[in-house]
């Protein structure tokens, strides 16, 4: 009889146990979401829309200082070389190297345009940054240097190398993966090989490494190097042409 009961006791319990585990399990779902948050995702409704005239800090800057700037012994969390962390937006704020509004004002645009090969950001023999991505931190500084985000309304429906991929990759990648400092081997600025055998976007689509790498999958390295994952509907984006074939268009 005694016996019985505490089995009872026992079954109760573990119900009243589930129910209550159940009951919480939302909100803790709810509390996750709110706080893994990592920028420009497709469809977050708490996000404006991006304004073609406004530069972003998360989707348009970071990823250039992450790519261009932050790599081991330069300007990371770890190595700061020269007081300098370009890794998080507070980080560049406090490093002292801009004045908001005031562009021509900034020691960081001063590095990035330097002529003197002693002096340039990022040095040699890594490639200056393109016009267009200097013009990009010059007009956010001068917009106040916010620490600004937006819905980008990826799209997934019309993905191609051309308008897609390799935007993206030049966004996020190709300051690690160029002609003269091609991590691990990977020159990204091209579709093709490149002439001394590095691996271009095809190969690294078909051999498996582009999509492992991003998503942080099997034995490959986590990319971008140094920085958080990229956000879902570019992962979305970069699989969608993976699976097409990465076709050259
Ligand atoms: C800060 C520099 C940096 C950035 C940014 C970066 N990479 Fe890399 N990447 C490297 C280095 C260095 C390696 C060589 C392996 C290592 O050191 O982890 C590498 C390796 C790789 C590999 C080979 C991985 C493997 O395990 O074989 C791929 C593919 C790759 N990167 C793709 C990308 C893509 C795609 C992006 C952008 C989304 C990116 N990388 C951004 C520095 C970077």
């Known amino acids: 009889m005694n016996l019985r009961y505490s089995v009872f006791i026992l079954t109760l319990s573990f119900f009243v146990m589930t129910f209550y585990a159940c009951q919480h399990e939302p909100v803790e779902t709810i509390n996750g979401n709110n706080g893994g948050g990592n920028g420009n995702g497709n469809g977050n409704n708490s996000l404006p ?38 890794s998080s937006y507070a980080a560049v704020m406090s490093s002292n190297v801009l004045t908001p509004g005031q ?11 330097e002529t ?20 990009l931190i010059k007009k956010w500084i001068n917009q106040g240097a916010l620490n600004l985000k ?3 309304g990826c799209d997934t429906t019309n993905v191609t190398y051309n308008g897609t991929i390799k935007p993206l990759l030049q ?5 690690c993966h160029n002609t003269s400092s091609p991590g691990g081997g990977y020159n990204l600025t091209n579709y093709a090989d490149d002439a001394v055998g590095n691996f271009g976007v095809q190969s690294s689509a078909l051999n ?16 971008p190097k140094g920085g958080s994952k990229l956000p879902q509907c570019q992962l979305d984006q970069i699989r969608i042409w993976v699976d097409a074939g990465a076709p050259n268009n």
Do not use: R
């Open 49 to 86: 829309p991006c304004d073609p005239d406004t530069v972003y800090f998360e989707q348009d800057i970071l990823p250039l200082f992450i790519s261009n700037c932050t790599m081991s012994g330069c300007h990371n969390s770890t190595t700061h070389a020269e007081g300098i962390d370009l």
């Open 103 to 113: 562009a021509w004002n900034s020691e960081l645009v001063e590095a990035i345009t």
């Open 116 to 135: 003197d090969p002693d002096k340039i950001m990022p040095p040699p023999p890594m490639p200056p940054m393109p016009a267009s991505q200097i013009n």
């Open 150 to 152: 937006c819905d980008n």
């Open 171 to 175: 966004n996020s990648c190709t300051g």
């Open 208 to 223: 498996g490494s582009l999509s492992g790498s991003v998503n942080h999958t099997g034995l490959y390295s986590h990319m």
